[in-house]
Nanobody, 128 residues
Framework: HVQLVESGGGSVQPEGSLRLSCESS????????MGWFRQAPGKEREAVAA???????RYADSVRDRFTMSKDDAKNTLYLQMTALNPEDTAMYYC???????????????????????WGQGTQVTVS
């Protein structure tokens, strides 16, 4: 079965940096759609970053130019490099994976708005 395991969270001061990792296993299909999400206490979960249908990273407006998503296929690991952190970034961060939605004319849809099927347990990021 699919497992996603996040790590790298912690407490950091404003303007600090963290790098989150998400190691995946059990994904049998090639090149899954993947992304990062977060949920702060009392707030809905929001998309942070995800690869689009062409494999280009897309970011939420609130993190663009501060966060960078990347992956290492050889290690089955997704990363989220976070810089210039501020208290509003405090949240539980989750990685997610999915096969994507097949498109009528070929290819598939991936992205920030995809309803991902597989989720990790989360890693806490606290900025204060």
């Amino acid at each position: 079965h699919v497992q996603l395991v996040e790590s790298g969270g912690g407490s950091v001061q404003p303007e600090g940096s963290l790098r989150l990792s998400c190691e995946s296993s059990g994904i049998t299909y090639r090149d899954p759609c993947m992304g990062w999400f977060r949920q702060a206490p009392g707030k809905e979960r929001e998309a942070v970053a995800a690869f689009d249908s062409q494999g280009t990273p897309r970011y939420a407006d609130s993190v663009r130019d501060r966060f960078t998503m990347s992956k290492d296929d050889a290690k089955n690991t997704l990363y989220l490099q976070m810089t210039a952190l501020n208290p509003e970034d405090t949240a539980m961060y989750y990685c997610a994976a999915d096969t994507g939605i097949p498109l009528r004319h070929g290819g598939r849809f991936c992205g920030l708005s995809l309803a991902y099927k597989y989720w990790g347990q989360g890693t806490q990021v606290t900025v204060s």
